[in-house]
């Protein structure tokens, strides 16, 4: 019931707000793909249940995105024999679950709703109050316009009655506006009880993220379970950052050498949009991830497969793996094109220069010094923007195999 | 000034000669040469809007790169901002027409008042500096830590910005003494046009926040060049602490960007509708009361930042407080327009147009104001398009009105009626047709100072673009016109609008102390005494029996 209340706001809203065409094209979809009155569809299953959006421009389109915006990423498997990805990757690419409805993105936290209600309101007050004025400054416009013969008439100046008046009824309506988001804030920064699995590391740095699980795994997608509390320590290894992921209606920043908290309450099993949403320099706009919501029971899965996968892989494997999931992706390619850093190809057991013009024998010693201490042997023409990525000896192994193998 | 005052001769004509120009005392002549910088400030920072609409016309690269997007909105913002909006109204206009209302021959400091505008050329100069060396990729809000790691011209602009933070204390420390000092005995505070109520309170915060950007600034600059750790995390200072610095002056700096357009909205109103403003105390005090609540309000900038919840309560409930001042305005502006005689020529278009941008504007603020829809809307599209519509939408259509207002006393000369008509019209479609997606695609989470986004959001950036191409074309013509009638307009009468303030006195252009003799004082927006002379354009004053006029009523 609530729903179609705000549904019918909204559309009031949008409609009346956005006459100016452009924004018409935009209900249409939404609304084919959520059929008018589908059986009290208050509670979400519904939802996930058929997530294909029928002709909606979305499907389709996120996988041409990835390849374009990424275009360092396609080297990587031509390289190598694709490896068969696990479950879990599968799902992080599978297509975003967008629908949607009019102004806001789809709700799949539960705190959203509580923001979402007030935004209702909110919206609704504001166009009360945007027709109410201008359908007067129109109405006065016209009716007092100037013409032959008409001539102002005399009246007050001002009036106390009616400046009281206009000023207690706004006075009441942010008073009550300011409480009920003060209350609906507290729900969303208010962190419950949240198990240790459901505790999330999370590292920013230029321009990737990457989250680190109970079992010491580390991807740059974020796995969450369904229907429970998830709570995320973040910290960032250079400028500020923000997560956002706006489902969830949840954003904070991230800052270097702090940690700030987050949580969120998913209800919605699918894969969603997480941004960063501080600006951070020159792929602000590309640091964006996923956030997977696992259907009851898959996250445990997750974590239980992925630790096994990781202490399977050493050597070349590792330094893959974390060449894809610790963001050296974002600056060094695997195919000789030099990127914000120089590429992994072609240099293992050459001599390189160096920026204070001295040249040093490009190996192992060297590649754990690049990693290590990243600007203590720089090389010129290369921004100093790589960060310190606090890699273990194991992982660097596997970095130093890696570009070994791309001689 | 060593020249001799000659009283037949308008202030544009006496003393001619570039070196005359540019060594003048005179308030209207440098109001004229600020007037001119700002509307090439004005193109430049246009211009610089241009190429980041077009640029995001389609997802990924359409004409530039990540790192030239990043300098193309990094200076957009910092021009409109510093060099345009917040000069616009009171260097420009206001000091054009802040002395003539109040009937006297200059400012308080006529050498402070001209040094102000020097030090806005050498910020300009500094700004454009770093443009040449690479220009700046921080944003205008030069946040660090990331501003003190960019490789980008970062120090020129932070010199450009605490010298220009200067130029704008000049000009507020001198309008505050003006009007105290200048006012004419039988002025009395209520006696003021709100246009003067409203650049007082302007003045108060520019002399009151600017020098908290300067400190920062300076700070800043400290921090890159000795090391000093203040706002560098690694050196163990405190990022979060720039951002309150940051903005404990720019909020008020949005304030007086806006308290200005709201003065001289209701100078506009009152006279195209041919009525007194309704509600003359309450529109003063919430330009006084605007001003105080600007400086309490600061942290709303920060709901996400990390600062603590406390705070984020206690400014939330500040931040509703400005609310309420400014929907008294709107209440005052609208009842108005009741049983006027409304003339719709081109100030009034404009004004009329502020009134409803405002309305958008000030309406959008209120879901920034919610603690819980902030969180979801922070740092998106709909934040842009909420500042959007006051600081561009408010103020700088605000500042065209006052443009064309006061373009015929300013410089003697009508504009072109028809083409203005038409131009205010494309400004007011273009700027909502640039704006309005916005709102949508920042709800739905789209991200601000994103070069590449997600295919979802492309209809509303290409609407977007569009309207900001027909907003780029009507101020264009707007700036050519204005400099075309400079020459060849048809010659101004003296009270072409009707006006009651004593600007409207003065001879048209102004003669160099303004007024021959000492004007008399006429009632304040009461229209009953003029007359409109239709044949010439021009109002004139009905000879009133009795000194009604000069005496007012204390």
């Known amino acids: ?407 | 000034m060593s020249a001799s005052a000659d009283n037949t001769k308008s202030y544009l004509e006496v003393n001619p000669g570039l070196r005359n120009w540019l060594w003048t005392l005179d308030h209207k002549r440098i109001g004229m040469m600020y007037l001119f910088g700002i509307l090439g400030a004005l193109l430049l920072g246009g211009a610089f809007a241009l190429l980041v609409r077009i640029e995001l016309f389609s997802p990924g690269l359409t004409i530039v790169g990540k790192d030239w997007y990043n300098k193309f909105f990094t200076l957009h913002g910092a021009v409109m901002v510093f060099l345009v909006i917040i000069p616009g109204i009171p260097a420009a206009l206001g000091n054009m027409v802040l002395p003539i209302q109040l009937g006297a021959p200059d400012v308080a400091f006529p050498k402070l008042n001209l040094s102000s505008f020097y030090l806005w050329c050498i910020g300009a100069i500094l700004l454009l500096v770093s443009v040449v060396l690479g220009g700046i990729d921080t944003g205008w809000t030069f946040y660090t830590p990331y501003s003190l790691d960019t490789q980008t011209a970062v120090i020129p602009a932070v010199m450009g910005a605490f010298i220009l933070g200067f130029s704008s204390i000049f000009t507020g420390l001198n309008f505050l003494v003006t009007i105290h000092k200048f006012r004419p005995q039988n002025m009395g505070w209520f006696q003021m046009p709100l246009n003067l109520w409203a650049l007082y309170a302007t003045a108060l915060m520019q002399v009151l926040a600017t020098p908290v950007l300067g400190i920062t600034l300076l700070l800043l600059f400290v921090e890159r060049f000795m090391h000093i750790g203040i706002f560098d995390p690694t050196l163990g200072g405190d990022p979060v602490l720039f951002q309150h610095f940051f903005w404990f002056y720019s909020h008020p700096a949005v304030y007086i960007m806006i308290v200005p357009a709201m003065g001289v909205i209701s100078e506009m109103l009152t006279t195209f509708s041919r009525k007194h403003i309704f509600g003359y105390r309450f529109i003063a005090y919430s330009s006084v009361a605007l001003a105080l609540f600007s400086f309490l309000v600061w942290g709303h900038h920060m709901f996400v930042s990390g600062q603590s919840r406390l705070a984020n309560m206690v400014f939330s409930a500040l931040t509703f407080s400005v609310g309420i001042p400014s929907a008294i305005k709107v209440f005052n502006w609208t009842s108005t327009l009741y049983k006027g005689d409304i003339r719709l020529q081109t100030p009034m278009l404009y004004a009329l147009s502020f009134l409803i941008l405002f309305t958008i504007g000030g309406l959008t603020g209120i879901f920034l104001a919610v603690l819980s829809i902030d969180v979801q809307l922070h740092d998106t599209y709909f934040v842009v398009a909420h500042f959007h519509y006051v600081m561009m939408g408010s103020t700088l259509v605000a500042f065209l009105g006052a443009l064309h207002y006061w373009w015929p006393k300013m410089s003697g000369r009508m504009y072109p009626e028809r083409l203005a008509r038409v131009c205010s019209g494309g400004v007011f479609v273009g700027f909502n047709l640039t704006f309005l997606p916005q709102f949508i695609m920042g709800s739905r989470g789209m991200p601000r100072r994103y070069w590449d986004y997600d295919p979802e959001f492309t209809i509303f950036h290409q609407l977007s673009t569009i309207g900001a191409l027909i907003l780029g074309v009507s101020l264009f013509i707007v700036v050519v016109y204005l400099f075309w009638s400079f020459k060849n307009g048809k010659k101004a009468p003296k009270n072409p609008w009707g006006g009651t303030t004593l600007e409207w006195e003065a001879p048209t252009p102004p003669t160099l102390y303004n007024f021959p003799e000492p004007p008399e004082i006429p009632e304040l927006y009461d229209y009953d005494d003029l007359v409109e002379d239709e044949a010439n354009g021009n109002w004139i004053r009905k000879p009133r029996s009795g000194a009604k006029a000069s005496t007012g009523h204390h």
């Open chain 1, 1 to 407: 019931m609530k729903a179609s209340v705000q549904k019918s706001l909204a559309v009031l809203g949008l409609v009346l707000v956005l006459g100016l065409g452009g924004a018409a094209a935009q209900p249409a979809a939404p609304s084919a793909e959520q059929p008018p009155a589908p059986a009290p569809a208050a509670t979400d299953p519904a939802a996930p249940a058929a997530p294909t959006p029928p002709a909606a421009p979305t499907p389709g389109e996120p996988d041409t995105k990835a390849a374009a915006a990424a275009p360092a990423t396609g080297a990587a498997p031509a390289a190598e024999p694709p490896k068969e990805k696990a479950w879990w990757e599968k799902k992080a690419e599978e297509k975003y679950t967008y629908h949607g409805n009019y102004w806001l993105p789809p709700s799949a936290s539960t705190t959203a709703d509580g923001s979402d209600t007030l935004f209702i309101a909110v919206l609704a007050m504001s166009a009360f109050f945007f027709f109410a004025i201008t359908g007067a400054v129109i109405y006065l416009v016209i009716r007092y316009r100037h013409r032959p013969g008409h001539k102002a008439e005399p009246s007050a100046a001002h009036s106390d009655a009616l400046e009281i008046t206009w000023t207690i009824i706004p006075t009441i309506i942010c008073v009550l506006l300011f409480v009920y988001g003060w209350r609906s804030y507290m729900d969303m920064t208010a962190i419950p009880e949240t198990r240790p699995e459901n505790q999330i590391a999370v590292t920013a740095r230029k321009w990737s993220w990457s989250f680190r699980y109970y079992n010491g795994v580390e991807d740059n997608v974020l796995h969450v379970p369904v229907n429970q509390p998830v709570k995320l320590i973040m910290t960032s290894q250079d400028v500020l950052h923000s997560f956002f992921v706006p489902v969830f209606r949840q954003k904070m920043d991230v800052l270097p050498r702090r940690y700030t908290y987050t949580w969120f309450y998913p209800t919605k099993p699918g894969v969603y949009r997480l941004y960063c949403t501080e600006y951070c320099g020159t792929d602000h706009s590309l640091m964006k991830t996923k956030v997977v919501v696992h259907q009851a029971g898959d996250y445990e899965k997750f974590l239980a497969e992925s630790f096994q996968a990781k202490n399977n892989v050493s050597g070349k494997d590792l330094g893959m793996l974390v060449y894809e999931k610790k963001g050296c992706i974002g600056c060094h390619t695997l195919d000789g094109r030099p990127l914000i850093g120089p590429s992994f190809k072609g240099t293992w057991d050459t001599d390189v220069k160096l920026a204070d013009g001295s040249t040093v024998k490009f190996d192992a010693t060297y590649v754990h010094t690049a990693i290590v201490s990243p600007q203590a042997q720089a090389r010129p023409g290369f921004p100093p923007s790589m960060p310190v990525t606090g890699l273990s000896e194991k992982e660097i192994d596997g970095v130093i195999e890696l570009i070994k193998s791309l001689k």
